[in-house]
């Protein structure tokens, strides 16, 4: 229909074509081609009054129907974000992928007969619905390069654990805010402990848009510490008393022992050293951390504990608390806590 023109793009109210940069083209695709669903198009139908043909305008959905029909049409080829149809052109798919992708059923509602009026009316509240976007969701509207399909491929292999041990709810992974700590934590490995600021993030996502040397590196420290903390941690995820903020103190924590952290020296955490490996004592301490975090729901004013638990309740996510939990948690680690 697109090709014949029977089908048309009103640009009265869709916006111009060419917007999806490459990466976003080949996710797209790469979403019909593992058979998920993606939002309803909408097509206004009217009657040519005098040739007495019905002439139908895409009201919402011109970047996916176009996208399809380029693909089909082999005006670009996948870029790896497709993990199981990288670098190929439609011609270039097995027939029966060809087949399934060709039979894929686009979701549409058909409104007939509608005014201009309605149209505009309708197509106003289409764009009314959604809730304001959160920094992390406009992060990874506004970046198509390499960190931000990095972080969607971390993702992939960690989100399940954020939710199964309520680290963060479904609304929360549903809002991307695990694509938010995840980020967070690759900022530890590059540049320390910060402030959270969707600016700071944001500089990671430029400056890693069109190149990323430091990926093998990032990666391997990154996916080593959180699989050390989901198997040897296990017993403390268990017993869900992590939460997202928590969690990044705990992460740090692991990386100053095992690899030290750019803006972190001896002096700030009590003149301890890092130690070359995660723990000597995997044992103690699992025991030593739930112990803190055992204390913060006390909110015991006495307690040895004290300064991890004030650092816990107050502006969970500044630079000072987050510095002040690292002291803790690395004690805890080291099986430095004082009796």
Not at 115 to 120: A, D, F, P, R, Y
Not at 123 to 129: A, E, K, P, Q, V
Not at 157 to 162: K, L
Request: net charge neutral; charged share 30%.
């Amino acid at each position: 229909m697109m090709v014949s023109g029977e089908l048309t793009v009103n640009k009265s109210y869709q916006r111009s074509s060419g917007l999806w940069p490459q990466n976003a083209r080949s996710y797209f695709i790469d979403t019909v081609l593992n058979d998920f669903p993606f939002p309803k198009v909408v097509i206004r139908q009217t009657v040519d009054l005098k040739t007495r043909k019905t002439k139908r305008e895409i009201i919402d959905g011109q970047q996916r129907l176009t996208t399809i029909k380029d693909y089909i049409e082999d005006k670009f080829k996948l870029t790896n974000v497709s993990k199981n149809y990288q670098y190929l052109y439609f011609r270039e798919l097995e027939d029966d992928v060809k087949s399934k992708f060709l039979g894929y059923e686009v979701s549409t509602d058909t409104i007939i007969s509608a005014t201009e009026e309605e149209i505009l009316e309708i197509f106003r509240r289409i764009n009314s619905y959604t809730l304001p976007l959160k920094d992390a969701e406009k992060r990874h509207a506004s970046y198509q390069g390499y960190f931000k399909w990095f972080i969607k491929d971390i993702l992939e292999g960690y989100s399940p654990m954020f939710e199964k041990y309520k680290i963060l709810s479904l609304k929360d992974i549903s809002r991307m805010l695990d694509a938010e700590l995840i980020t967070e934590l690759c900022q530890i490995l590059v540049e320390g402990i910060k402030t959270r600021r969707s600016q700071s993030l944001d500089k990671l996502y430029k400056e890693y848009d069109d190149s990323f040397s430091i990926k093998d590196d990032l990666s391997e420290k990154l996916t080593e510490t959180l699989n050390f903390i989901k198997v040897e941690l296990n017993q403390v995820l268990e017993s869900e008393v992590l939460k997202s903020y928590s969690f990044y103190s705990l992460f740090s924590a692991l990386i100053y022992n095992r690899y030290g952290i750019v803006n972190i020296s001896e002096k700030d955490i009590d003149n301890i050293e890092p130690i070359g490996t995660y723990t000597h004592d995997i044992n103690q301490s699992i025991q030593n951390i739930l112990e803190l975090f055992n204390t913060i729901e006390q909110r015991d004013e006495t307690s040895r504990y004290f300064g991890f638990v004030k650092a816990s309740t107050g502006a969970t996510t500044s630079e000072k608390n987050r510095k002040e939990r690292l002291i803790w948690l690395v004690k805890a680690l080291q099986n430095r806590l004082s009796p």
